[in-house]
């Protein structure tokens, strides 16, 4: 596997590892900083010649602790800086990604998920739907979070990333996992498809001719506080209006939708167009920002869908906002697995038959 | 003429300074400032302040505010 | 139309390069293509695979139970994944380190000794190419014409040099002729 | 005519009051730096990341740009202002705890990577902020909330001397202990601060001044008495002096 | 304040954080790591003249992951350990309490919460409602975690913390707030209430006359993950069905049920005493165990109440508990603040009328 | 009669094989710390913290009792164990990226604080088991993933000498650097290793041994080159020898 | 029945401590009790206090907004506290650092010499436990016995010493008697 | 009679061992075993093996497993 060139003509073949990366670059991150951890080992690697090649910024850190540390330091400066790393290293980001929030600073995150919890092991997995989207951080904060479905997704979410990231100052996750990192499929790069955003309103860069800048998560009294939680929660809100992005197949007329983030939403798409090819009346749901959650979408299909059906490759994590955008007004049930490849697409039709026959 | 010029609201009362100058020409003052500490005063009847600015280095908090010599 | 593939080996025997020039060549035949490689305890050693998936509309599953064609570079990988054929699936075995047994019957084998033939070739490590060769006479899929654009694109600049060599080792392949079984 | 030998300096904001306690040596330190800051003509052109401790506030007080880093996490911060930056002056300016305790592994790996940008770390033996506990630089013997009997080896191990762990990575261009103790050692505090800027400036790597200080409230001492501890205690088992200064074989 | 005798004869008036510190000492805590944070650091500094005293571990970590992971280091020899800390640090815990999981040890966590996020302050809050019951750990795992409702509750739950762990091998935590951890109130101990549990048969004493032990979370197979993951999920099903505890107050015809969790269900309970003076058909309803959550009552309760109303001090975190719980069936309703003290007896009552009104 | 001078040691699992690649010197560090419990009796009194590396699997080849650190953590929990159990006899066996990169602190502070267990510690100039990339101790122009033209100054800094570091520490014991690139040093290794856990059965405080080893993998290079390369280029930066020996003036 | 009070001072006036007393009074009188601290800024100064709610039920609410009693040992705390006070509360003011206005007319007012009494008694530290004196007198809700009592269980056994001196200081303000007003 | 028992299965064919040998009694086996690798094999016909156990000591991976000197 070479390095592929910073903005390759055409379709190339690519990992979606190295298309995050490379897509990182033709965005303008002009920082990277990471510690290497399976399955997201490539995007490090691939950063690392690249960024000294284009003269950016690159440090292999001592942690990922530094490394969130350090993406936080460069965003102060208004900078495009993004680390990558995977479950239980992102796990040592909580506390960051708290101070970061509240900073409302433009962290870009990449998070590959392998197979948890602890150590686990590096199979594909999407048990860290709940880490991305609530976190174990302290106090209340949400991150945008982005969830790719396939190779050119990893690019156009990772360009969306940095967009939304500074568009809002707020910390910004692509959620990829292992089989996305790993694989490769054909895709287009192109050009950073948005606009700038202009941070010369709050980026530290020495107090000349205007009034020191603090950038801090501190708030001395409980009121300060209160105000700036509700500013930010009307920022979430916001977002909310603004940026819920997700992917429908023929749910218009579906009695049963299968909804499923992120790469396991392929098999689902396969195996509802194979049910449909039975003649049962399916569709296919997938939230592509997972925070924001898509819940008006999803309440608006609970009046027209019979039953929900959602499928991860954990023990059900997206199902709970599913069931709270659902709200009790048709079933929804669960179908996963807790690590390892995708769940087959003849055992998906099996569980669609099994629950339109019911 | 020597002489310092003190900041009485910020001062905290520590006396370092007192002990610090040379001629003694620091003494603690009876007013209460808005810290509920009782401020240092200079009190140089017969002008023998050096400008050392001992005191000044000395304050941990900048309550001598100014040191002039000469 | 929707095709799997699984090429499989010991590590160091380059499948995952095969896999990918397969994978680049499908695209470069405007099809869908995956490409997705076991990757398994982080230590070394053990078989090595990756699975292609071509599709002509949007790939379906990248990592597929039942699978259409196999290239085993090794008996570890032979016998790893005979079971995973789809019935009317093909094996293609490295005949040079694969005996020729044939234990499933709803399936066809081609036997070809491409160790062996790359050797003679020049280089025991083209093993690789060459049974892409096979595959491509055998599958009727993807042409000689369309894999040696893929070799083109994958080979990194420095090793641009070895390109003659593994086209005609893909030649070789492809004009292996199987014993009639 | 009269001139004037001491002034508040320019980097320090116009007519605050700090928040530490009576005699606590944070104030003079941060009063340092902002000298050498003014001096060097550093204020308009300098980048922080603060530190969480006593000196969390330190945005209320230097006139200086800065970004709040998680406790322990300032020169992690700080590296990635310096890369994304390298034009800009950039410093930390940290506890004990911060920097030796919870901060120690990104302590010593900027030195290692030898960034080019300069900590300063208050040694007062003590988590004053917290209430005065016991930290990695609680000298053996000493009484703190935490070691209600006096630090012991048994229970809690030996004090870290951060100056010479700093002088050992090779990308430490600069690592002093000074003392705040009296009027000359303050004076000689001032030199080392300013070196080590000035050693940023220069491109040289990572500097850094390891000073001690006082934390009185916590000590359950007396200004006064504070400063002798410093002088007393302290100050021989943290001996001051230059560790490491690439341009100075030491 | 002095430190309690051990086990002090009747009624005492003691900090909540001295409480929890003195209670974990008569539970038999054999280790204490700690790195101090307000508003905790009074169990920390208990601890380290207590343990002293009788001869126990005590360390002064160098920081909370330190903490976590002595805890666990003590834990897998089968000895009662624990730490304490606050908000932003329990962030810094949360790959341990994730590795934790998986290695199934019954380390014991005290989180005293803060404001947030981030640094944020150092007020009452209880906005790491989300940070215990999910956490930012990798993979699918659950903590126990126990909310104390006052100082007596301190006590009692900091013995049942220890036993639930122990008893389930599963990390447990109490789930306290500034407010509980700084107040006093008179208290009695008592004894250790429940039985000691017999470790011997997985704990590491050295692989004297038996096969050596190891306690991992890697799981070499992704099939060996997914076993190993239902049979944790087993246990949190067994565990919800037996341990699950809830404070309820005049439930029973309540049209109207506040549920509250912590040191902000004493007001609410006060207000539902005011609202029913007023004739008003409210009840209060407060989990006790806030993981598992009570999901049944709160289900059968959905089936008598015509509304309820959730109450926190956070922007909305158990709500969605609740939500779950109730899935749709009568609405939630959700009042809160940020952080600081608790919402007033008297605003309560005026929200308890303005949603009865409605 | 012909006597058995070698056998594989009996803390050593029955029939069990290494995952290591061939030539990898993991295999001898094991091996090494498996002769020493069965020379000192230690197997059935020992339980080890395994640290995340290419050694995580430890426990499919040490025969004692073990709990799995989560990466960087291990001498936390080693601590944790020990404190909990003084009687048992505790040790890590760690990679140098688990060691001194993310794990530094913890494995600082439990020098500082002089816990009486042992370290020891594979220092194989790169992160083994995530393929090959720079780590802390990646000696200047090494290439690897993360350097793929050299490792230079001025994006990654220094590499760390990890045993003067844990000899600066006051509650250090013993500290010492073997390489394992001839017979003769792995005699010597062995030694040192013996040492360091009679020290802490002698409950002297920290002991550690830090050992120079091959990644014939992520070098590219042959065993016989790797360990050629151990030799020639990594003993001149780490260079062998006993930093510290509280029993002995060094 | 319930009732809250606040005691607040400078830092170094030894109000929580009297605060621990009151409760520990109530405790020992057999009320349900809780005391509260103000614990704001992590840095040190400023002015200090703390909640007692008392009732003979649970205790409704551990903060609260109205207040029953106030002891004001410092002008700031007069300032700060006033306000909260209820309709026809009662504000106990440390007359020696608080000037005797009455801004609220719908409250009552006691000013004590506290800090005076307490130098003529021997030490300026006691006027905390001297204002208890008063509040007990002033409230009728406990008596000097179960004050007494309290400060046997809150002092520490090293300060017990200070034992007899307190009680005095608690009779001294039990037996203050305001200036009409 | 010196000699030493190698362990096929375990060899992972890194061949340390033959240099180490002073005498050159190792030598790299035909066979593959289930590794993948061609282990070695202990060739001492002329009983030269003085039982050092260099070959051993030097074996990363255990697959000597046992050396008898004398
Ligand atoms: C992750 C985390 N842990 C703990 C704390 C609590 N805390 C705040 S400041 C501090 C220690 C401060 O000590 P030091 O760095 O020596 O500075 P000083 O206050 O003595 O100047 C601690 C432990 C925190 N804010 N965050
Ligand atoms: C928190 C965390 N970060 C990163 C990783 C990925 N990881 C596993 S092993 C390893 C490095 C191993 O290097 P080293 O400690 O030097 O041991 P070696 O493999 O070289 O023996 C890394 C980065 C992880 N498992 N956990
Ligand atoms: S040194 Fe400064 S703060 Fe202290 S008494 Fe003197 S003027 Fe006041
Ligand atoms: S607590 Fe100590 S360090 Fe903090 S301001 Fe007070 S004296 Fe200074
Ligand atoms: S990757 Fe390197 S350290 Fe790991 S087993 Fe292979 S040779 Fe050894
Ligand atoms: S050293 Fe060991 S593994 Fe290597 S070739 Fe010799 S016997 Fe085989």
New interface residues.
């Given amino acids: 596997m070479t390095l592929t060139a910073t903005k390759p003509e055409g379709k190339v073949l690519i990992k979606g590892n190295y298309a995050i990366a490379n897509a990182a670059v033709i965005a303008g991150c002009e920082c990277y900083f990471g510690y290497p951890i399976t399955p997201q080992s490539e995007i490090g690697e691939f950063m690392s010649g690249k960024m000294q090649e284009l003269k950016r910024a690159y440090v292999s850190s001592e942690s990922e602790l530094a490394s969130i540390n350090m993406v936080i330091g460069a965003c102060s400066t208004g900078a495009k800086a993004m680390t990558s790393s995977s479950s239980c290293a992102v796990s040592l980001m909580q506390e960051a990604l708290s101070y970061a929030t509240a900073e409302e600073l433009p962290v870009v995150l990449v998070s590959v998920m392998r197979g948890g919890p602890g150590l686990g092991n590096i199979y594909p997995s999407q048990g860290d739907y709940n880490q991305a989207t609530i976190g174990g951080g302290n106090g209340d904060y949400k991150l945008i979070v982005l969830a790719p479905g396939n190779v050119q997704e990893c690019i156009d979410l990772t360009y969306k990333a940095f967009y939304l990231a500074h568009k809002y100052k707020n910390p910004t996750m692509v959620l990829a996992d292992g089989l996305l990192g790993q694989m490769m499929e054909p895709v287009t790069f192109g050009d950073y498809p948005y606009p700038e955003v202009d941070d010369s309103a709050w980026a530290l860069t020495g107090a000349k001719g205007r009034g020191r800048r603090v950038i801090r998560s501190y708030a001395p009294s409980a009121d300060d506080q209160c105000v700036f939680l509700n500013k930010l929660y009307a920022k979430y809100a916001l977002i909310e209006e603004k940026e819920v992005m997700y992917d429908e197949y023929m749910t218009e007329d579906a009695d049963l939708i299968v909804a499923s983030f992120g790469s396991m939403s392929r098999n689902v798409k396969s195996a509802v167009k194979i049910a449909r090819e039975k003649g049962l009346k399916v569709g296919a749901f997938r939230p592509i920002t997972i925070s924001p959650f898509p819940n008006k979408r999803l309440k608006e299909l609970s009046c027209s869908a019979k039953k929900f059906l959602v499928t991860e490759i954990n023990m059900g994590q997206m199902v709970r906002d599913v069931r709270l955008a659902v709200n009790g007004k048709v079933p929804v049930e669960f179908y996963g697995k807790g690590v390892g490849s995708m769940i087959d697409v003849e055992d998906l039709v099996d569980k669609i038959e099994s629950l339109i026959e019911v | 003429?020597?002489?310092?010029e003190i900041d009485e609201?910020?001062c905290?009362?520590?006396?370092?300074c007192i002990?610090?100058c040379p001629k003694k020409l620091i003494k603690v003052g009876e007013k209460v400032n808005k810290?509920?500490?009782k401020p240092v005063e200079f009190c140089d009847p017969k002008g023998e302040c050096l400008?050392c600015?001992?005191c000044?280095?000395?304050?941990?908090?900048?309550a001598?505010?100014?040191?002039?010599?000469? | 139309m929707e095709k799997s593939f699984i090429i499989a080996g010991f590590g160091g025997q380059g499948v995952l390069l095969a896999g990918e020039v397969l994978a680049s060549a499908f695209m470069h035949d405007d099809k869908n293509v995956t490409w997705y490689p076991s990757y398994g305890a982080e230590m070394r050693g053990g078989t090595v695979n990756c699975q292609i998936v071509m599709s002509e509309s949007e790939v379906s599953s990248v990592n597929k139970k039942e699978i259409d064609f196999v290239i085993a570079l090794n008996d570890l990988s032979f016998d790893k994944f005979l079971p995973r054929l789809k019935k009317g699936g093909m094996m293609i075995a490295n005949s040079s380190l694969v005996k020729e047994i044939k234990k499933r019957t709803d399936i066809n084998y081609i036997f070809a000794p491409v160790t062996k033939m790359a050797a003679e070739l020049g280089n025991v490590k083209m093993a690789n190419i060459l049974s892409l060769g096979v595959l491509a006479k055998a599958s009727g899929l993807i042409s000689v014409d369309k894999l040696t654009k893929a070799l083109d694109t994958v080979l990194p600049p420095h090793r641009k040099n070895l390109l003659p060599k593994n086209i005609e080792a893909l030649n070789l392949g492809f004009n292996f002729q199987p014993a009639l079984v | 005519m009269a001139t004037q030998v001491f002034k508040v300096p320019d980097s320090i904001i116009k007519d605050m009051t700090y928040g530490f306690c009576p005699g606590c040596d944070h104030g003079v330190a941060i009063r340092l730096v902002a000298e050498c800051l003014d001096e060097l003509g550093l204020k308009e052109n300098a980048i922080t990341a603060t530190s969480i401790g006593c000196s969390v506030c330190l945005y209320d007080y230097l006139d200086v740009d800065s970004v709040e880093a998680p406790h322990g996490r300032a020169l992690a911060e700080a590296t990635g202002i310096k890369r994304a930056r390298p034009d800009k002056f950039v410093f930390t300016y940290q506890g004990d705890g911060d920097f030796a305790s919870i901060g120690l592994g990104e302590s010593t790996h900027a030195a290692l990577r030898g960034e080019n940008i300069t900590a300063i770390c208050i040694n007062n033996t003590t988590y004053g902020m917290t209430g005065g506990q016991l930290g990695p630089t609680t000298l053996l013997g000493q009484v703190t909330t935490t070691s209600p009997t006096g630090r012991n080896v048994e229970y809690y191990g030996y004090p870290i001397r951060i100056a010479e762990h700093i002088a050992l990575c090779e990308g430490t261009a600069y690592s002093a202990r000074v003392s705040l103790d009296s009027v000359a050692n303050i004076r000689k505090a001032k030199q080392a601060i300013k070196k080590a800027f000035e050693y940023q400036l220069k491109g040289l790597g990572f500097s850094f001044v390891e000073i001690l200080s006082t934390c009185p409230t916590n000590w359950h001492m007396t200004p006064q008495k504070a400063h002798d501890r410093v002088r007393d205690d302290m100050m021989k088992v943290f001996v001051p002096g230059v560790y490491k200064d690439v341009l100075q074989k030491v």
């Fill in positions: 003429m020597s002489h310092i609201q910020r905290k009362a520590c006396y370092l002990d610090e810290l509920g500490a400008g600015a001992m000044a280095t000395r304050c941990p908090d900048m001598i505010t100014k040191v002039f010599r000469g």
